[in-house]
């Protein structure tokens, strides 16, 4: 069965960097899009960027661009987010999820999530 | 950007009643990129409608959405217990703020 399992819970310092990992199984992990979606406490969900595992092309949104960083291991079925210069806005839960098609560019609708990474940051 | 904007912003029903939610859209766009998710506290979402109207797999068929343009609804024709939740729209980048159905 399809699953992606992050990492745990993670508490950084502001101005630190965080890398998040999603590990993907059960399908064939170059086919389907990764995007990392995240929802501040009590907030909405908020998306953030996609990786083409494949190639390892991403696209960043616009709140994000030169903080974030999306990498993919094909060895391993993992892609990664990286988030720099933390602040205490970034405190959320960050959740990796798979695109529901194989089409160029995605569909942008997500069939499969993982568990979610807590992220805290504070001094 | 477009901008979604979800009504009610909760929804007090009780259980086998019908839910109407509402996902507006600031400008038209394609039906094909509208989807519906439902989560659940201290859950990840969960996809329930894609391209407006298909349902996902393994969604029950009291589930279902519709609409075109710029506005779309989603439909939960008799609650069930396990119902009650934050329902989000999506179109690509852009969510909407959510609705949430609670026990009346």
């Known amino acids: 069965q399809v699953q992606l399992v992050q990492s745990g819970a993670e508490v950084k310092k502001p101005g630190a960097s965080v890398k998040v990992s999603c590990k993907a199984s059960g399908y064939t992990f170059s086919s389907f899009f990764i995007h990392w979606v995240r929802q501040a406490p009590g907030q909405g969900l908020e998306w953030m960027g996609i990786?083409?595992?494949?190639?390892?092309?991403?696209s960043y949104a616009q709140k994000f661009q030169g903080r974030v960083t999306m990498t993919r291991d094909t060895s391993t079925s993992t892609v990664y987010m990286e988030l720099s210069s933390l602040t205490s806005d970034d405190t959320a839960v960050y959740y990796c999820?798979?695109?529901?098609?194989?089409?160029?560019?995605?569909?942008?609708?997500?069939?499969?999530w993982g568990q979610g990474t807590l992220v805290t940051v504070s001094s | 950007d477009i901008v979604l904007t979800q009504s009610p912003g909760t929804l007090s029903l009780s259980p086998g009643e019908r839910a109407t939610l509402s996902c507006r859209a600031s400008q038209s766009f394609s039906s094909n990129y509208l989807a519906w998710y439902q989560q659940k506290h201290g859950q990840a979402p969960r996809l329930l409608i894609y391209g407006a109207s298909t349902r996902a797999t393994g969604i029950p068929d009291r589930f279902s959405g519709s609409g075109s343009g710029t506005d779309f609804t989603l439909t939960i024709s008799r609650l069930e217990p396990e119902d009650f939740a934050v329902y989000y729209c999506?179109?690509?980048?852009?969510f909407g703020q959510g609705t949430k159905v609670e026990i009346k």
């Open positions: 999506q179109h690509y980048a852009t």
């Open positions: 990786i083409n595992p494949s190639a390892g092309s991403t």
């Open positions: 999820a798979r695109d529901r098609a194989l089409t160029v560019g995605g569909t942008f609708d997500f069939d499969y």
